[in-house]
């Protein structure tokens, strides 16, 4: 298992240092002079020689291409991912001091996706029949939505018409309370799609499982169907829900950008677009690397514990 | 031929009836449409917020008098043609990606399957889109470029897993023996046997593609106003929210069934196109 899990450490490892090398070089395929671009806005403003000999400097676009690389690998492991445009000081504290409220997003959204989607795969594919057929509909009906449109008619209704919550802004911890009712309907927009994907992948994992001649087996032998259901059918399901839900939570750190817009929640979202607006290349980089490595961390822990469900997948 | 016929109806069942209906419908609006509304970025300052129904304007207008239904047609027609443009890009260099790993397996696997696409797809869609954007700037050639490459990787990983099982057919092998080029081989004998699984996955990327695009507008870093694009007439009708519904209610609902029918119209052709259930008619 150890072995198992030092080699997951070390493919994710990899495959984020792959990652860095992309970023560095697509801001190198720039046509002209990346550090004119930059400094100009994107072309759309006259640039100061000063700034552009600035972030020249930054970026070190005046030192050959390997020291280039080699310095801008440095900065990444010691958690420098430079000075931002916009705000002149570094960008790792300005995402850190953001961070915390999107992640309060994705896990609520998690959660809340989770619970609900494995409970109604779990109706759907016991039940069968007419509960099923609806549960599959709406499945394929939630993955239409786009969640921008979702977290507007949540605000639309929920908080305008029946005025139950709050339709955005902030309050922080001081209040739990308030805090939680800012939570609740950004996590609802964002676990919706997500629950929709897990009760699919739940049904058809079940529906499945419950066909594999050890279940008839188990059957056989006497054992009550709620025992063979939830000792082996569920279980053996699991692994498939799993996987699902690793590759989704990468996908939700992207959505949770759409819905903070709609909510006016200070996570990253707000700091992202005027980032992008303002080709403040360094913070966008920073988001993109952060976005990158936790979706790489969420699949090395996803993967260790499909090792820990299923040792079969220990010897791959 | 008749059985042909029995299958595709077995597919298609009533709603990729209407899904079709309501897509060659939309496409055909949004073609016509220059030609019998109002320019869609003509202010009237004079009819501002027309309710639903109102004489010359259907649906009404929004916050600067512009007529809701032709911008709503002319963001459906920049959408559709972005989403077109994206899934006619991705399907070509994914499948290209995917083939080429398979068919040439060691270096060419590596490259492409462990390092072209692995790393593409450890960032979620939207902040690659954002990284690109910031970069290169808005627009729809951006867009597309970005979004094809994006989705490319999921046809790759599709036509290599089709293509590992097609390369030791026997027919491969037997165009081998009569010394066909490799081009003949990838192109007559590989691709035809590939392509059913990958026009499933293109008309699930339209419907994914109008996701993507429609959202990164809605942030207002996709299509650039004042151009229309569903996106950003739902962000641009969040001020109005309280008073006028519609402004976001009428492109939601446009954009949510677009989506719809096309992954409606994808599941049919995947029904329609499994090589098991051909089998078990026939």
């Given at each position: 298992m150890v072995a198992y899990i030092a080699r997951r450490l070390a493919t994710g490892v990899g495959l984020l240092f792959l990652v860095l090398t992309l970023i560095f070089f697509v801001i190198r395929t720039v046509p002209g002079d990346p550090a004119a671009l930059l400094a100009s806005g994107g072309g759309s403003g006259e640039a100061s020689p000063e700034a552009i000999e600035r972030i020249r400097e930054q970026l070190g676009l005046d030192q050959p291409l390997w020291a280039q690389y080699l310095g801008y690998l440095a900065g990444v492991v010691r958690g420098d991912f430079g000075v931002s445009f916009q705000f002149g000081t570094d960008v790792t504290p300005i995402i850190m001091a953001r961070l915390p409220n999107t992640l309060q997003l994705v896990l609520g959204a998690v959660l809340i996706g989770v619970t609900v989607g494995v409970l109604l795969g779990i109706i759907a594919a016991r039940r069968g029949g007419v509960v099923s057929t609806v549960v599959t509909a709406m499945g394929s009906f939630a993955i239409s939505v786009p969640v921008y449109v979702l977290a507007t008619v949540l605000a639309y209704v929920v908080a305008l018409q029946l005025r139950w919550l709050p339709a955005g802004g902030f309050v922080g911890w001081e209040d739990p309370v308030g805090h939680l009712r800012i939570l609740v309907l950004p996590c609802i927009a964002l676990a919706v799609p997500f629950s929709a994907i897990v009760a699919t992948i739940t049904r058809s994992g079940l529906v499945e499982t419950a066909q594999q001649d050890w279940v008839r087996t188990a059957r056989s032998w006497g054992l009550s169907p709620g025992s063979v259901f939830g000792r082996h059918v569920l279980r053996n399901s699991l692994t498939a829900v799993l996987t699902i839900v690793g590759l989704e939570i990468g996908l939700m750190f992207g959505s949770t950008i759409l819905v903070e817009q709609v909510f006016s929640y200070p996570g990253l979202s707000q700091l992202l677009i005027k980032a992008v607006e303002q080709r403040d290349y360094p913070i966008v980089q920073g988001v993109a690397i952060l976005a990158a490595g936790f979706f790489i961390m969420i699949n090395i822990v996803v993967d260790v514990l499909y090792g820990v469900l299923d040792p079969r997948a220990r010897r791959r | 031929m008749k059985r042909k016929l029995q299958r595709a109806r077995d597919a298609f069942g009533p709603m990729q009836v209407i899904a079709l209906t309501f897509l060659v419908l939309l496409i055909v609006l949004s073609m016509v449409a220059p030609a019998i509304l109002p320019d869609p970025l003509a202010q009237d300052g004079s009819h501002t917020f027309a309710p639903l129904g109102t004489s010359g304007h259907i649906l009404g207008t929004d916050a600067f008098g512009r007529d809701l239904l032709a911008r709503l047609m002319a963001g459906v027609r920049t959408e559709l043609m972005v989403a077109f443009a994206t899934t006619l890009v991705a399907l070509v260099l994914g499948t290209a990606l995917g083939i080429a790993g398979a068919y040439f397996g060691s270096v060419a696997e590596t490259v492409t399957m462990r390092i072209i696409v692995d790393v593409i797809l450890a960032f979620p869609p939207i902040i690659f889109a954002l990284l690109i954007v910031t970069i290169y700037g808005p627009g729809p050639i951006t867009l597309t470029a970005t979004m094809g490459v994006l989705f490319a990787m999921s046809f790759a990983r599709i036509a290599y897993g089709q293509t590992l099982t097609v390369r030791r057919a026997e027919y491969v092998d037997a165009a081998h023996a009569y010394g066909a080029p490799t081009m003949t081989i990838l192109f007559r004998a590989v691709l035809p046997n590939i392509s059913a699984p990958l026009i499933v996955q293109a008309s699930l990327t339209m419907a994914a593609a109008i996701l993507l695009e429609s959202?990164?507008?809605?942030?207002?870093?996709?299509?650039?106003?004042?151009?229309?694009?569903?996106?950003?007439?739902?962000?641009?009708?969040?001020?109005?929210?309280?008073?006028?519904?519609?402004?976001i209610l009428i492109p939601s609902v446009v954009v949510v069934l677009t989506i719809l029918s096309f992954s409606l119209l994808g599941d049919g052709l995947g029904r329609w196109l499994d090589p098991r259930r051909r089998n078990a008619h026939g």
């Open positions: - | 959202g990164l507008s809605f942030l207002g870093l996709g299509l650039v106003p004042p151009a229309p694009s569903m996106g950003s007439m739902i962000a641009d009708g969040q001020r109005y929210l309280a008073t006028d519904p519609q402004l």
